[in-house]
């Protein structure tokens, strides 16, 4: 990190520690604390890898739940949904699962659509 980025982010803290009602005197010293550690964080966030996991693929399936253990009628539709993930730096593709209802699943999708148009605003700056 460059001087200028540095004081940069030192400025930038500060100012959102200010906005969070961080006393001056924490502020100071979290930003201390922050020269002190500031090799070792960026070594730890080197290793984290510069790119989350891109969702390449998506596998959908409707099931509809009749009946449970607890309940003897259910009749509620369930989604199961894979998403196929590439990772930087591995050649397999790793896959995350999970099941949900339609208003979740209606829920997830808006907020997908959400960080898209966020995505596509910070790509217009």
Not at 71 to 91: A, C, D, M, R
């Amino acid at each position: 990190m460059s001087c200028m980025s540095s004081q940069y982010f030192i400025l930038f803290s500060s100012t959102i520690l200010e906005e969070c009602k961080f006393t001056q005197d924490r502020i100071d010293i979290l930003l201390q604390l922050y020269q002190e550690k500031k090799l070792f964080i960026q070594i730890l966030l080197g290793n984290i890898g510069t790119s989350p996991p891109h969702i390449v693929d998506v596998d959908w399936r409707l099931d509809y739940y009749i009946k449970s253990n607890q309940l003897e009628k259910v009749n509620e539709p369930v989604y199961l949904i894979s998403l196929k993930t590439e990772v930087p730096g591995k050649t397999d593709l790793e896959e995350v699962q999970f099941s949900c209802s339609l208003e979740q699943l209606q829920d997830f999708v808006g907020k997908l659509k959400d960080a898209t148009k966020c995505l596509e605003k910070i790509g217009q700056v």
